[in-house]
């Protein structure tokens, strides 16, 4: 089982729509989570990070944590064709304390 | 502005030479520098750890002899490919951390491409 699971994709939404993201990982006592955006031939930039069970929000972001369930996700709300992107999911995991990355979620915003 | 610069942006080098690639970070002094690598269409794949003052860690895979890693001080760090040959060539992005715990800050990355 990989340390942190993501569905690779594609995902396509409509202008307007809510695109959902969703991450599992697999170390129970993961204490820190993160949601990376990633253009094409860019490096990867911030949205979000989670360190307590419940909801986080950031203008159109949202950020859900389930501990219990070892999920993570992301809900972006009226999305944009700008939103067209990459979206990694990093866990720190491990005794190491190591930020490990999903396989990333490939996003498509249709116009 | 930008927390981590790195440099060269882009690289296209004969086999058989070596590159380097530094990894500065601007704002605070990083403990923690990683150093990942990324095939087009895959996810990072982290290369190796590297704290200041210390012997970077690297991970399962990847030779040492080959990624050279020096961390001189708590705001810099390079990556040189030694002898690089086409198989090399990938994007390379270095990241910074201030605590463990903490989100890293990446560095905008280096193309490079070996011929």
């Known amino acids: 089982q990989k340390e942190v699971e993501q569905n690779s994709g594609p995902l396509s939404v409509p202008e307007g729509a809510i695109a959902s993201l969703n991450c599992t990982y697999s170390d129970r006592g993961s204490q820190s989570f993160f949601w990376y955006r990633q253009y094409s031939g860019k490096s990867p930039e911030l949205i979000m990070s989670?360190?307590?069970?419940g909801d986080k929000e950031d203008g159109r972001f949202t950020a859900q944590l389930n501990k219990a369930s070892q999920y993570v996700s992301l809900l972006i709300r009226d999305s944009q064709p700008s939103d067209s992107a990459t979206y990694l999911c990093a866990v720190i995991v491990g005794s190491a304390r190591q930020l490990t990355f999903g396989s990333g979620t490939q996003l498509t915003v249709l116009p | 502005g930008a927390v981590v610069s790195q440099h060269p942006s882009r690289v296209i080098c004969k086999s058989g030479t070596s590159v380097k690639i530094e990894c500065r970070s601007l704002d605070f002094q990083a403990t923690t520098m990683f150093w990942y690598r990324q095939f087009p269409k895959k996810s990072l794949m982290l290369m190796a750890t590297s704290n200041e003052g210390s012997k970077a860690t690297y991970e399962q895979g990847v030779e040492k002899d080959k990624f050279l890693i020096n961390h001189a001080s708590l705001t810099l760090s390079t990556l040189t490919v030694t002898s690089a040959h086409p198989e090399d060539s990938s994007f390379y992005i270095c990241?910074?951390?201030?605590?463990?715990?903490?989100?890293?800050?990446f560095g905008s990355g280096t193309q490079l491409s070996v011929l």
């Open positions: 990241s910074c951390q201030r605590q463990s715990n903490e989100k890293l800050f």
């Open positions: 989670i360190y307590s069970n």
